[in-house]
Structure formats: structure tokens, C-alpha cells
């Protein structure tokens, strides 16, 4: 009953998802520290960093410009809606709402008895028959007259090339090219077009579109920015087309601009409502090895005619609502308002750290994720475990071909690509290159054998157990006994070996690692069983029995189990334990999980739990997943103290997984896709498993 009220027909958003109960399902008011508006894949991934869009300019997650201007004519008065330069209108129409949903961002404007909603459209994980998303954006621009009183209204967009370079004194060039019948594009990239040429956080190949419906009022024009704004801000038309190219981004800054003369918006009528399609070609996007990938679409579809077909705005938006109304009601029942609030901003973060691509070798589909912000590196498997439970809880395939890559470089699968590397490493890979390069030689990984090992079996378990599937793993069974023979042969102790957790310095003899590698090793038994191969199963079960009666005898802290086995009045959060919930391996008895969380809670300080008793930073991954593991009351109240920083810290910056809990202030790290991590109370209140 509950689904079917949701489930009701949206004609432009769901401006409030409700529920049943008639309450708001997301926080009203609700100020994120930084909005995803243009998030679709680690270099297409465009913020606001401000508490109104008309603040500041919008920025790449790294904090780079990436200029998105946007202005309104009202009754003749130019007034500001989106980005702050010099040249656009220096008044502004009021901000007096924003909503981040899952897939979707609507902001609220309104000036002189005019209201304008703009929304942000990125079907992230919105179509259950793509893996991941479609490398595009709808901005949608929706007018009503708000004062009974007709208003003539025009609007403008505009973009500069700084999201096609990753220096803006790179030459770019432009031209306009035929999409479909009905639509006109412009493009811009630079001039070189190196593919895949260089391993910074921006990307300067492949072409930035952007296409618009053809009618009567619209006018498209590409060149210097400051003479576009300056026509349409005084009513003029805008000048043609620039043809001094190519020429360096900054130099008289090209943009590709759209301006649109709606005309009379009459009171108490049908909303005037105009939209455009932001879309990046990347040509390219990984190199495995040896072998350029290609960006899945272009093998679906072919060219940029092939995909607009498909992705016209009526489809990509009712995706977009569909999914959010679902995810925002999952959300809500299973952690509450503010849980539901503060997690739907989490959902493009992590979406937008992956690309799909084409392997054209094995003719299937790959994906790959990006360890954004810290050190770029392609597919790090210590950053795919903590991103992992959005994906194991709504598109398991996603996970599974993540992770699919890893382990074929460590099965020793890739001459065919080009390059022969022999993985000779009794554990699992750490990533496999600097973004957007798969080259790295085993000995040059950061070694992390049984955070790793264990990270790799625990998810393709929770792949396995919630697709019912274990036929993808016919050929690596050798590579996981191994795997799981290492992890066997460094337990009960894992001594001085390295964890995800190394930025905090050393922990060796370290108890959440431990307990990495026994529920890792109880992955892999469960793996055994469901190939039938139940007495070798049983041997790694009586192994883990008594590495699991070590940990709790040699952890034991009277109140609480130790950071370090050897180390008493030391602590850390267990959020290593969480699978063994999700999965239903028994392993540790509840006495265990009940023991820490109260620990936890006599811990908690104004902006949530340390991670360890070293400092007063936390992780705001492992936090969610430590909530994720307590009761009722302790969920809510760790809940709502990640709530609390999202809101409150003035760290503007997209979502951080690394902040000091009681100033509330980032520590570092920032956009990082492990945010995913936020979506693990899905998984503990599923009955998916």
C-alpha cells in the first residue's frame, strides 16, 4: 500500500517525497556541503560549493572551475540563478529551496512574482538495463507567474570549455554537428585531443556537447563569453558564432551558450518548462593494459545521434523519479528522515566514481572506479569494499563487474591485452594503475594481503548470495583458493600487516583486521558450498573457529575488544564485522556486536565516533557501517550526528568520508565514491539475504 502511494505520476519532480504517514521523507532546509549538479563519472563531475547557486561558480569535485552560468529576463530586468563572474547579471533572483534527491537536484528561484524550479537530471543507476548511467545531464527549466500578474520571461545557459581541459591554457576548438532531426549541438574539446594522454584529476580529450530542441525561441551561439551574457542581459540577440579558434579555454573565454524567449507566462496556466541535454564523449575511457576501452554507450549506440535518440528527456527523467522515489522511501524506512536526507546526497558521489566501458577483447561489459581525492589510482580495492553496499543493495551486477577487471589481472589474464604481467602474489591487488592507466606491476602495489584478500572474497560472496549465481567464478577458482589459503596461513594474528586504515599510522597486531580476514576466510566456505564443495567448506570452518575464539580471548578489554591484540585501554570501531551480519555467517555471537556498541556510544562526541582512540577524526563510511551493526537507539543517534556535520560544517567540498568529530571539520579526502558505505543499513534491514 505504502509503494503504491509513492508510486503516483510526476509531471516535473517530486518536489517533496512523502510518505504514507504524510510526513517529508527528506529534511526541509537541509544545507549539503557541496550539490551535486553535473555528476556522471570522476571527470565529469560538476558541484556547487555554496549555500545558493548563484554564489559562487560551479566546480569539478577537485575544486577547479568548471563555469555553469545560468541567468533570467523578468519584464525586461536580467537577474542571476547559477554561478558569480563578473559578467553575468550582478542582481539575483532569490534561492528559496533545494532538494538533492538520489539521481536528481531542484533548486527554487524567485524574483518580481515569478517562480523559476531548475533541475539537475543524471540517470545514475536510474535504468536497470545500464550498469551505471548514461554520460549525461538534463538541466530543466520550469517558470510560473506566482503573483496573478503575466510576465515576459527569457532565459540563458552557458558553459566555458574548462570542463574539456585539465589546464585552461590548452587550445580548444568547436563546431556545430547534426544530431537528429529536431535537435541542434554544439561541441568543444580541445584542440590536441591526446586520448587518454595524461593522469591528472581532469581530463583534456574527447568533446563536451550540448543539445537543445530546435523551436522558434530558442537562439544557440558559440563564443566569447562576456559578449553572450552582455546580449542577452540587454535583450539583444546573441551574436553568431565565433570563428577565431582554435584559442587557449581562458583566452576570451569560448562558452556554449542557449538562450530561449519564452514570452508571456500567464498566471493560473500550464508552467512554461524548456530543457537541455549536457553530454560528454570521452572516446576513450580506460586503457587495460595496453587496450584502450571505450566508453560503453558508443559500442550501444555508435555516435552522439545514436544515444540522443534513446535518451530523450521524457525517459531519462521518468527514470529518475522512479528511482528516487524509490531509494528516498527504502532509505526513510529503514534509518528515518534525516538518514534518508543526508544518504540521498550520497547516492551520485558514489555512482559518479565509476565509468562502464566496452571490453571489445572478451566483448562484454567492464566497469572501473576511481580512487578520487586521495590517490587516483584505478579500482582500489580498499575503496570498492567501503563503496560496496549501495551496489550490493539496489544492482549487484555493478559490483560484480567491478570487480571482474581485479581479477583478471590477478589470474594472470592480461597478454591478451597487450601486455603480459605475471601476478605472482599470494594475495589479492591493492588497484591496478594511476587513473586512467591499467599498467601496475605486482611489485610496485601498496601491499595489503589480508585487507585485500578479504575485502575481494567478502564481496564476491555478497555478489554470489544476493544474484544466486556463482557461474562468473568458473575460472578463478585456483586464484580465490589460493587467496584464502593466505588469509588462513596470517591468521589468528595479522602482526604487522598493513589495513585500509594506514593514513592513521601503524597498527600492527591489529583486532579489525583480524576480523577482515575470518569473515573473508567465512566468504570463501560459503562460496565452497554453494559449488558443493562441502567438506573442504568445513575444513576453513574449523580453521575460523578457532581464529574467532582467539580473537575474543587475546582481544578482550573487559568492556570492550581491543585496537590491538597486544595493547589494552587501546579501541577501534569493528566495522569489519558487518558482512558477517549482512551475510549471516556465524561467526562472533551477538554478545560481541552488543559489547562494542556500547562502547561506541560512551565515545560519541558532537559530531559522531572516532574511529580509534589515536585521534578525533572519524570515517564516515566505517561510522555508518558501525550504525548500520547497533540497535534502534544507536543507529538514530549516530545517524543524526553525520546529519548533524553534513549540515553544519563549513568545509564546502562534496562529501567527505574523513572529518574531525568534534570541530567538524574535513581532515581530508573529498567526492570519494566509498560514500556508498552510507547505504549500508539497506543491507542490515534487508530481508534480501
Not at 282 to 291: D, M
Not at 325 to 345: Q, R
Not at 371 to 387: L, N
Request: charged share 20%.
Amino acid at each position: 500500500l505504502i509503494m503504491a502511494i509513492f508510486m503516483f505520476v510526476v509531471c516535473f519532480l517530486l518536489v517533496s517525497v512523502e510518505t504514507a504517514f504524510g510526513q517529508s521523507a527528506l529534511v526541509s532546509g537541509f544545507r549539503p556541503p557541496s550539490v551535486p549538479l553535473v555528476v556522471v563519472d570522476p571527470y565529469l563531475s560538476i558541484w556547487s560549493n555554496a549555500d545558493n547557486l548563484y554564489d559562487d561558480i560551479t566546480k569539478h569535485w577537485s575544486g577547479a572551475a568548471i563555469a555553469l552560468t545560468g541567468m533570467i529576463r523578468i519584464d525586461g530586468k536580467a537577474y542571476r540563478f547559477m554561478s558569480k563572474t563578473s559578467d553575468l547579471a550582478q542582481d539575483v533572483m532569490t534561492q528559496v529551496k533545494l532538494t538533492v534527491y538520489p539521481s536528481q537536484t531542484v533548486y527554487v528561484f524567485e524574483e518580481s512574482g515569478v517562480r523559476l524550479t531548475v533541475k539537475f537530471s543524471t540517470p545514475a543507476m536510474a535504468d536497470a538495463n545500464n550498469p551505471v548511467t548514461y554520460p549525461l545531464t538534463y538541466i530543466s527549466y520550469k517558470v510560473d507567474s506566482i503573483d496573478n500578474k503575466t510576465h515576459n520571461i527569457q532565459l540563458y545557459y552557458d558553459n566555458t570549455a574548462e570542463g574539456t581541459v585539465s589546464d585552461v591554457s590548452e587550445p580548444v576548438t568547436w563546431d556545430r554537428i547534426g544530431v537528429v532531426p529536431g535537435q541542434a549541438a554544439m561541441r568543444i574539446g580541445t584542440a590536441a585531443q591526446k586520448y587518454l594522454g595524461q593522469g591528472s584529476d581532469r581530463i583534456n580529450w574527447g568533446y563536451w556537447y550540448v543539445s537543445v530542441i530546435v523551436e522558434s525561441t530558442v537562439q544557440t551561439s558559440i563564443g566569447y563569453s562576456t559578449n553572450l551574457r552582455t546580449a542577452f542581459i540587454q535583450g539583444d540577440k546573441l551574436p553568431p558564432d565565433d570563428t577565431n579558434k582554435p584559442r587557449p579555454c581562458s583566452t576570451n573565454w569560448p562558452v556554449l551558450a542557449v538562450s530561449w524567449d519564452i514570452g508571456m507566462v500567464v498566471p493560473n496556466t500550464t508552467s512554461a518548462m524548456r530543457h537541455l541535454q549536457i553530454f560528454y564523449d570521452q572516446v576513450y575511457s580506460i586503457s587495460y593494459f595496453g587496450t584502450p576501452m571505450m566508453p560503453l554507450w558508443r559500442h550501444l549506440y555508435g555516435n552522439i545521434s545514436g544515444i540522443v535518440q534513446k535518451t530523450d528527456y521524457e525517459t531519462i527523467t521518468d527514470m529518475c523519479d522512479k528511482l528516487d522515489v524509490s531509494v528516498v522511501m527504502d532509505l526513510y524506512k529503514a534509518g528515518g528522515e534525516k538518514y534518508a536526507t543526508f544518504t540521498s546526497l550520497a547516492w551520485r558521489q558514489a555512482v559518479g566514481g565509476l565509468v562502464a566501458v566496452w571490453n571489445d577483447v572478451l566483448k562484454t561489459t567492464w566497469l572501473f572506479m576511481k580512487e578520487i581525492s586521495s590517490d587516483g589510482d584505478v579500482s582500489t580495492v580498499d575503496v570498492i569494499y567501503p563503496a560496496s553496499p549501495i551496489f550490493v543493495a539496489t544492482n549487484p551486477d555493478v559490483l560484480k563487474l567491478v570487480l571482474i577487471p581485479i581479477l583478471e589481472y590477478a589470474n594472470n589474464n592480461t597478454k591478451m591485452y597487450g601486455t603480459d604481467v605475471p601476478y605472482t602474489l599470494p594475495w589479492a591487488p591493492h588497484h591496478l594503475g594511476h587513473w586512467p592507466i591499467c599498467d601496475l606491476l605486482p611489485n610496485r602495489q601498496e601491499q595489503m594481503p589480508m585487507e585485500e584478500t578479504g575485502n575481494m572474497l567478502i564481496m564476491i560472496a555478497a555478489v554470489v548470495m544476493k544474484k544466486n549465481d556463482i557461474s562468473f567464478l568458473s575460472s578463478y577458482w585456483t586464484l580465490l583458493k589460493t587467496w584464502a589459503d593466505n588469509i588462513a596461513f596470517s591468521l589468528p594474528d595479522p602482526e604487522d600487516q598493513l589495513c585500509t586504515d594506514d593514513f592513521e599510522g601503524k597498527s600492527p597486531h591489529n583486532v579489525n583486521l583480524a576480523a577482515k580476514g575470518i569473515v573473508g576466510l567465512a566468504a570463501y566456505s560459503y562460496l565452497l558450498k554453494a559449488k558443493g564443495d562441502t567438506e573442504e567448506a568445513e575444513l576453513y570452518d574449523k580453521l575460523n573457529s578457532f581464529f574467532v575464539d582467539f580473537w575474543m580471548t587475546k582481544a578482550n578489554d573487559t568492556d570492550h575488544y581491543r585496537r590491538q591484540f597486544d595493547l589494552s585501554n587501546s579501541w577501534s570501531l569493528k566495522y569489519n564485522l558487518l558482512y558477517q551480519k549482512i551475510l549471516k555467517f556465524d561467526l562472533f555471537n551477538q554478545s560481541v556486536f552488543d559489547v562494542e556498541e556500547a562502547y561506541y556510544m560512551r565515545n560519541m562526541s558532537t559530531y559522531g565516533i572516532p574511529l580509534d582512540d589515536r585521534h578525533p577524526y572519524t570515517k564516515t563510511d566505517w561510522l555508518m557501517w558501525i550504525a548500520a551493526l547497533g540497535n534502534d537507539q544507536q543507529f538514530e543517534a549516530i545517524s543524526n550526528a553525520v546529519f548533524k556535520f553534513a549540515n553544519e560544517t563549513t568545509d564546502r567540498s562534496p562529501f567527505t568520508d574523513w572529518y574531525n568529530v568534534e570541530t567538524g571539520r574535513r581532515q581530508g579526502f573529498t567526492a570519494r565514491p566509498v560514500i556508498g558505505g552510507l547505504y549500508a543499513k539497506l543491507l542490515t534491514a534487508s530481508t534480501h539475504f
